[in-house]
């Protein structure tokens, strides 16, 4: 927590900086939601998918609208640690939320997988079943086992 602290100063000089060039209202709309992932994530998952699919659009969006959702979400990351963290499950939710509401066609993926003699879980978002905003492709690593909506066949 000193750490944080100590790093403040620097971190509102760069957070000036950003919110010269941010939609403002998106940036402070991601922090907020994004620090709620984890008490989201205690929900059913029938709950938690209703308020995924609140003020879901039913259109397309263009590529660029697409981008300035998930750049907004790295500053929000970015500028908000700790408050929003860096996980899969926290950067999967909210950007599933975002980009669903601006009538992003993704689908929230869960798995579970054996890495290193460790059995682990993982979140990512799939765009007609392929993993987007991915290094590696997760369905090689992790069985899916759950995915919001449900009506996507596992991959």
Not at 109 to 117: A, H, R, T
Request: proline content about 5%; overall charge positive; some cysteine.
């Amino acid at each position: 927590m000193r750490r944080f602290w100590s790093q403040l100063p620097s971190r509102l000089d760069r957070a000036r900086e950003v919110m010269r060039t941010a939609d403002r209202s998106l940036l402070v709309e991601m922090i907020v939601f994004a620090a709620a992932v984890p008490m989201l994530m205690r929900l059913k998952l029938a709950h938690l998918q209703r308020i995924l699919e609140w003020g879901r659009r039913p259109t397309s969006v263009s590529a660029e609208a697409e981008e300035r959702i998930v750049r907004h979400f790295h500053i929000a990351r970015r500028v908000a640690s700790p408050l929003v963290r860096s996980s899969c499950l926290t950067r999967g939710v909210t950007l599933y939320y975002f980009l669903r509401r601006a009538g992003v066609d993704v689908s929230l993926c869960f798995g579970m997988g054996m890495i290193d003699g460790t059995f682990l879980g993982h979140c990512w978002l799939t765009r007609t079943g392929v993993p987007i905003l991915e290094n590696r492709d997760p369905r090689l690593l992790y069985t899916r086992i759950f995915s919001i909506p449900q009506d996507e066949t596992p991959s």
